[in-house]
């Protein structure tokens, strides 16, 4: 029997397996008859709320189609007026309707009775709604959904030309690594020229979006959006201070490792000063690495690589592969960015991203794919809720899968030297991507503590919080236009706000995970397993113990974990 024979769309108990949301009213009376249905016992509370899932599952992935459809092309208009009809007619209506069940449900004598370890999480979650809704928020909520998306809109269409042909900015990242050091400045400098072109346009919708998201935050009683969207996020078991100690540890402990790793590359390539558009290069005389070349080769070769690291995580993706759940390559009028999104009741989720057959793709289709192995392992879960697992422990399965999979990277080089760049690349990126982390996370607490500023002030207050933490090798002299200007590559700050510090938590939670699997490899994997099959219905301390981790960012357990890695990688380099 295949791995992936239990992933089957969820039957339908409640709902007609023909409904669809094509007006409000198709809705709307399951909606009035949960809210209207008494509740005299432990069973008729758990059928209500198992039957609350199933529309809340059947509506949450009407919703995620939308959204994929739109970012797969961003030019037809009949799939942008489709997602922008949710979020305008659907979304609005449900969101009263919501917060009157949750107070049901809190309110009804039996929700005592439920077990308290199995619903722990769930109803701390849903208190926690009750406690953050306000009626004045829904117009301002349905506003920020449409208004999030026009960032894909502006940039799916960024494109320039390189040697006379057209690419996305996304294709054209693939000249950096080219061996003509006058081609590599040429696209860097086209590339921030292109988004300079935007520039004033995107400043104005980042302008709209604070604005709004602050409004929101004072209408819940909050003194400003970030301590909203802390309680929003549901983030229970770390505080701000915690994101600060994260701040000054990556200075401590990490910029040392980063300074090392770009001046051994200013060394490789014999330069007196490194620039931006030399830090993907390689010597004269070695090849840009080149994984694959299509789409289909890329899914191909990392279906072959999870089958070898554990046969379940290759069935994943053949069963998404067999359900045309994927869209790989990068094209014009696509959104940038990736993402694995879940379908709720199919089981099966979505892998969209940009491929242009360089080695940073191959770790992205790693990364969304550790995604959709989480969707997987929690599909069986009772609730749709228990499903909604925290973002710190959703990373690490994405994380931990890039730092597992590279024992079976065989299977994108057939040339060793190759292969041993491409694990030297892997380990230099999970060193050099934790001060931008802290530097995007740092940026979002001074934005909305400062939700008044000027857009002068939001480039300048950038620029020395880049600066802060990009290390003394980079030259970035005469760029300071680009470099003030660099936020705005950053999709999770219009999209998603105050998700980032996630990815800095989780990336230690996978060198954890990753120290463990060079111990053990059968051992790591249970554990890893074991620890993304509960979803949400465990505290993130526990979900990471399950792990046999520490939920611990403080400096001494970052300095202990880069250490690791800095081994790792010297022992790389005598291999």
């Known amino acids: 029997m295949s791995a992936f024979a239990n992933i089957e769309k969820l039957p339908r108990f409640y709902l007609p397996d023909n409904l669809i949301i094509s007006e409000w009213e198709t809705i709307e009376p399951y909606f009035k008859e949960l809210l209207e249905r008494p509740i005299n016992s432990k069973v008729d509370l758990e059928k209500w709320l198992k039957d609350m899932s199933e529309l809340e599952a059947m509506i949450n992935e009407?919703?995620?189609?939308?959204?994929?459809?739109?970012?797969?092309?961003?030019?037809?208009?009949?799939?942008?007026?489709?997602?922008?009809?949710?979020?305008?007619?659907?979304?609005?209506?449900?969101?009263?309707?919501?917060?009157?069940?949750?107070?049901?449900?809190?309110?009804?004598?039996?929700?005592n009775e439920l077990d308290k370890d199995k619903?722990?999480?769930?109803?701390?979650?849903?208190?926690?709604?009750?406690?953050?809704?306000?009626?004045?928020?829904i117009p301002i909520q349905s506003e920020l959904s449409v208004m999030q998306q026009h960032y894909g809109m502006i940039t799916g269409k960024m494109t320039i030309e390189v040697n006379g042909k057209e690419y996305t900015l996304q294709q054209a990242s693939k000249f950096l690594e080219s061996h003509d050091r006058n081609l590599r400045e040429e696209v860097y400098r086209k590339v921030n020229e292109r988004r300079l072109q935007d520039k004033d346009q995107l400043n104005d919708l980042f302008t709209q979006l604070i604005q709004k998201r602050n409004q929101e935050a004072l209408n819940a009683g909050f003194e400003n959006y970030r301590d909203f969207r802390f309680k929003e996020l549901g983030r229970f078991d770390y505080t701000k201070e915690d994101c600060f100690r994260f701040h000054d540890s990556v200075k401590q402990h990490v910029i040392p490792l980063v300074n090392k790793i770009y001046a051994n590359k200013k060394q490789k390539l014999k330069l007196e000063i490194l620039r931006p558009w030399d830090v993907e290069a390689e010597p004269e005389g070695t090849t840009p690495l080149e994984p694959f070349k299509t789409g289909n080769e890329l899914l191909n070769k990392a279906i072959e690589c999870f089958t070898k690291l554990k046969p379940f995580f290759g069935d994943c993706l053949r069963q998404m592969n067999s359900m045309k759940h994927l869209d790989l390559e990068s094209r014009s009028g696509k959104a940038p960015g990736g993402y694995n999104m879940p379908l709720a009741e199919t089981g099966a989720p979505f892998i969209f991203m940009n491929a242009a057959g360089q080695m940073h793709d191959v770790t992205t289709m790693i990364?969304?794919?550790?995604?959709?192995?989480?969707?997987?392992?929690?599909?069986?879960?009772?609730?749709?809720?228990?499903?909604?697992y925290p973002m710190e422990i959703a990373e690490v399965a994405s994380m931990a899968m890039e730092l597992f999979s590279m024992d079976?990277?065989?299977?994108?080089?057939?040339?060793?030297?190759?292969?041993?760049?491409?694990k030297e690349h892997q380990l230099e990126r999970v060193i050099t991507i934790f001060p931008w982390i802290a530097i995007v996370d740092k940026f979002q607490h001074w934005i909305y503590e400062n939700p008044n500023h000027t857009v002068a002030?939001?480039?300048?207050?950038?620029?020395?919080?880049?600066?802060?933490?990009?290390?003394?090798?980079?030259?970035?002299?005469?760029?300071?236009?680009?470099?003030?200007?660099?936020?705005?590559?950053?999709?999770?700050?219009?999209?998603?706000?105050?998700?980032?510090?996630?990815?800095?938590?989780?990336?230690?939670?996978a060198i954890g995970l990753w120290m463990q699997y060079k111990k053990n490899p059968e051992q790591a994997l249970d554990n890893y397993m074991k620890a993304l099959s509960l979803g949400a219905t465990k505290t993130l301390p526990e979900l990471y113990k399950t792990a046999g981790l520490a939920f611990d960012f403080s400096s001494e357990n970052i300095k202990s974990l880069m250490n690791f890695v800095n081994d790792e990688m010297k022992s790389k380099d005598d291999e």
Not at 62 to 76: L, S, Y
Not at 458 to 485: H, M, P, Q
Request: net charge negative; with cysteine.
């Open 367 to 388: 990364h969304e794919g550790g995604h959709a192995v989480q969707s997987f392992l929690t599909h069986s879960l009772e609730l749709n809720s228990f499903k909604d």
């Open 457 to 509: 002030q939001r480039a300048k207050r950038w620029t020395e919080i880049f600066n802060e933490f990009s290390g003394e090798v980079i030259d970035y002299s005469g760029l300071e236009k680009y470099v003030e200007n660099g936020w705005q590559k950053q999709l999770h700050l219009f999209e998603v706000p105050f998700y980032y510090i996630e990815y800095g938590i989780a990336q230690l939670g």
């Open 119 to 137: 619903y722990f999480t769930f109803l701390r979650s849903i208190r926690k709604s009750i406690e953050l809704f306000r009626e004045e928020n």
């Open 62 to 111: 009407d919703f995620c189609w939308r959204q994929i459809r739109m970012t797969c092309n961003t030019n037809d208009k009949k799939l942008e007026e489709s997602f922008n009809f949710f979020c305008t007619e659907i979304q609005p209506r449900i969101q009263p309707y919501a917060f009157a069940l949750n107070k049901k449900l809190i309110n009804t004598p039996f929700v």
């Open 408 to 422: 079976y990277w065989d299977v994108f080089f057939d040339n060793k030297e190759d292969l041993k760049r491409a």
